[in-house]
């Protein structure tokens, strides 16, 4: 464990999200997590009790947002009430995976913008600031009238493409035209050319046609992504760039979600590797042999010493990040 802050007035508190990503985090520090009970009355509604005083402390809370997402948002929310009522000083909540952020606008009539709900309750309860990190897009951000701190996950991802020497002939996908901000990220990093998968469905019900703008012939093609959800454009995407001339196919994303019939999807395509962070914990059923998860608790860790410190927080975006591998 890192050296310990000596009468600092920093805490760690951990929900039920994610209590192994936490430990990481609090090690990567150098503090303790803070003791608290979560638990549940008879009809399920939730129960926290602080178990030490907070008085005047600077709090983090660790809680991703993943499912069952209305129980760990509830979570978080009658957290923050709760160490606001104790007189914490500032609350920090520090979400590793937002779960809402895929509703951020309006695509069709009378749709919620539930990514905004979300940060106004969030706000609204009694947070100071957010740390997230890779929001499924950008301008969640500005949802929040509060200093939103949002970490990256590529360089990490980069960090193990660098020290397996996986950048050799390498050529950086974006599965979308929306995702090609974050693939030249990682192109900057690995020094690799990128390319584009244009997506395009000609009527409905009709399968999707995929294009690849850019060489992928005879390269090792990285696909990146923020989350891996059914893994059904993912795995599609592999197969596309397979039948261009793609010698291997890795993927690599932040958020893990894995539902539906995600695993059996990458089991079956032609991805050699699929590189993902703890942001959200996986089940042992979910941990197969195709999987390399990377922690984010040393990133996350050193984010929380800047901002206890009042330092920038930029320089982690600038430079190889040295994350832990995870042994399955």
């Known amino acids: 464990m890192s050296e310990q802050y000596a009468g600092s007035k920093l805490k760690i508190f951990a929900l039920n999200s994610n209590k192994p990503l936490a430990e990481r985090i609090a090690d990567a520090v150098g503090v303790p997590l803070g003791k608290t009970s979560v638990d549940r009355f008879s009809d399920g509604e939730i129960r926290i009790n602080i178990e030490e005083s907070i008085r005047g402390d600077e709090i983090f809370i660790i809680q991703s947002t993943s499912a069952p997402v209305n129980d760990n948002l509830m979570e978080l929310l009658i957290m923050i009430d709760a160490l606001r009522r104790a007189s914490a000083d500032k609350i920090n909540v520090v979400i590793p995976y937002y779960g809402y952020a895929r509703q951020d606008r309006k695509v069709r009539s009378r749709e919620p913008i539930t990514a905004?709900?979300?940060?106004?309750?969030?706000?609204?309860?009694?947070?100071?600031?957010?740390?997230?990190?890779?929001?499924?897009?950008?301008?969640?951000?500005?949802?929040?009238?509060?200093?939103?701190?949002?970490?990256?996950?590529?360089?990490?991802?980069?960090?193990?493409?660098?020290?397996?020497?996986?950048?050799?002939?390498?050529?950086?996908?974006?599965?979308?035209?929306?995702?090609?901000?974050?693939?030249?990220?990682?192109?900057?990093?690995?020094?690799?050319?990128?390319?584009?998968?244009?997506?395009?469905?000609?009527?409905?019900?009709?399968?999707?046609?995929?294009?690849?703008?850019?060489?992928?012939?005879?390269?090792?093609?990285?696909?990146?992504?923020?989350?891996?959800?059914?893994?059904?454009?993912?795995?599609?995407?592999?197969?596309?760039?397979?039948?261009?001339?793609?010698?291997?196919?890795?993927?690599?994303?932040?958020?893990?979600?894995?539902?539906?019939?995600?695993?059996?999807?990458?089991?079956?395509?032609?991805?050699?590797?699929?590189?993902?962070?703890?942001?959200?914990?996986?089940?042992?059923?979910?941990?197969?042999?195709?999987?390399?998860?990377?922690?984010?608790?040393?990133?996350?860790g050193a984010a929380i010493k800047r901002i206890h410190e009042n330092q920038p927080v930029s320089p982690l975006f600038k430079n190889r990040f040295h994350g832990v591998k995870i042994d399955n």
């Not at 500005?142 to 660098?162: C, E, K, Q, S, T």
């Not at 997506?199 to 060489?215: D, F, L, Q, S, T």
């Open 116 to 300: 905004k709900l979300v940060a106004d309750m969030i706000e609204k309860a009694g947070a100071n600031r957010v740390i997230a990190l890779d929001l499924h897009a950008a301008q969640i951000q500005g949802f929040f009238d509060i200093p939103v701190d949002h970490l990256m996950g590529a360089p990490l991802l980069a960090d193990y493409f660098l020290t397996q020497g996986l950048e050799k002939d390498a050529v950086i996908v974006s599965p979308d035209h929306g995702g090609v901000t974050r693939a030249r990220k990682l192109a900057e990093f690995l020094k690799a050319p990128i390319a584009i998968i244009d997506k395009r469905r000609p009527k409905a019900n009709v399968a999707e046609v995929m294009n690849i703008i850019g060489a992928v012939d005879g390269k090792r093609c990285i696909l990146i992504d923020d989350m891996i959800d059914t893994a059904g454009t993912i795995t599609l995407a592999a197969q596309a760039l397979k039948d261009a001339g793609a010698t291997e196919v890795y993927v690599c994303a932040t958020h893990p979600v894995f539902s539906g019939p995600a695993i059996e999807r990458i089991e079956k395509s032609p991805i050699k590797q699929m590189i993902v962070t703890d942001s959200i914990q996986l089940p042992d059923e979910k941990q197969i042999d195709k999987l390399i998860q990377i922690s984010v608790g040393p990133l996350i």
